[in-house]
């Protein structure tokens, strides 16, 4: 099974560009962290890439919470991501027609493509999302991930729905490199998904919103995801970013360092 193999030997085999360059990067700087930075102005947002960036694989953004956007916080980020190594990934969630969601990735004031790396959308609209992502994506050297199980209590990204949406990207794998889900996808030798999971904590459950959280151990070794996505967790509390995600950084990597020993 590829996924209990290390992200070495994976970025090997990897056939789609974008995961085999995730996983280099992921075995280069010895991290499965990736950190979520929801933060709402662009000062807080590249101070928060700036310090977690020796520490991460990926940097996740929310780009339309932030107040004052604008060109040269794009410029800014891309620059982070080659000083210290990492990948973009606006987590956009694309759930619309694929005529719409092209122009949605590809233009508007955002132009989510033409900067973030990797991006993600809901599988409700059905395979035409992926088709439309695609014509702007694949030219770029982008890769998308699908939106196949998500945190949050009650969520409704279970059962048929999941089953449904990691055929889809069984079926587009030249675009589509993985998950954001709780558990790895990955069936046979065949297929090797990347599977980035969010709710993850160290000192909390959950808040008050409906977000759950479970450790890097439980996330990482027991269930078999590739990706820790924290956010509050090293955000938080401003003075710690560094230390916590030092922290994170340690219990992720230890997690799939115990991982590839229990399969060897
Ligand atoms: P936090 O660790 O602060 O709860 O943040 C989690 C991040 O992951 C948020 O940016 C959220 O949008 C994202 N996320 C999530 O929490 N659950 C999902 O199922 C999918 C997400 O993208």
């Known amino acids: 099974m590829n996924t209990n193999?290390?992200?070495?030997?994976?970025?090997?085999?990897?056939?789609?560009?974008?995961?085999?360059?995730?996983?280099?990067?992921?075995?280069?700087?010895?991290?499965?962290?990736?950190?979520?930075?929801?933060?709402?102005?662009?000062?807080?947002?590249?101070?928060?890439?700036?310090?977690?960036?020796?520490?991460?694989c990926v940097l996740k953004t929310h780009i339309d919470i932030v107040e004052d956007f604008d060109q040269d916080l794009v410029d800014q980020l891309v620059a982070l991501s080659k000083k210290h190594d990492f990948l973009i990934f606006e987590d956009r969630k694309f759930a619309d027609i694929g005529n719409t969601v092209k122009h949605q990735y590809g233009k508007g004031i955002y132009k989510i493509a033409s900067w973030s790396h990797i991006t993600n959308a809901h599988t409700v609209p059905g395979e035409g999302i992926i088709s439309g992502l695609r014509e702007v994506g694949l030219p770029l050297g982008r890769g998308i991930i699908l939106l196949a199980e998500m945190s949050t209590k009650g969520a409704l990204t279970q059962g048929?729905?999941?089953?449904?949406?990691?055929?889809?990207?069984r079926r587009n794998q030249d675009f589509v490199f993985g998950f954001i889900a709780q558990h790895k996808m990955n069936e046979s030798d065949d297929e090797d998904f990347v599977v980035m999971a969010p709710g993850v904590g160290l000192d909390v459950v959950g808040d008050s919103l409906g977000q759950?959280?479970?450790?890097?151990?439980?996330?990482?070794?027991?269930s078999g995801c590739d990706v820790i996505i924290v956010g509050r967790g090293i955000y938080g509390?401003?003075?710690?970013?560094?230390?916590?995600?030092?922290?994170y950084r340690e219990a992720g990597w230890n997690a799939y360092l115990e991982r590839v020993r229990q399969h060897q």
């Open 5 to 56: 193999k290390t992200y070495a030997e994976r970025a090997a085999r990897h056939p789609n560009a974008c995961a085999k360059q995730l996983f280099e990067l992921m075995e280069r700087k010895k991290t499965n962290l990736s950190v979520a930075a929801d933060v709402t102005t662009k000062k807080e947002l590249l101070a928060v890439a700036d310090a977690v960036g020796p520490f991460v």
């Open 160 to 169: 048929a729905y999941t089953t449904e949406s990691v055929a889809m990207a």
């Open 212 to 222: 759950q959280y479970r450790t890097p151990h439980q996330v990482i070794l027991e």
């Open 237 to 247: 509390k401003p003075d710690e970013i560094e230390a916590q995600a030092t922290r």
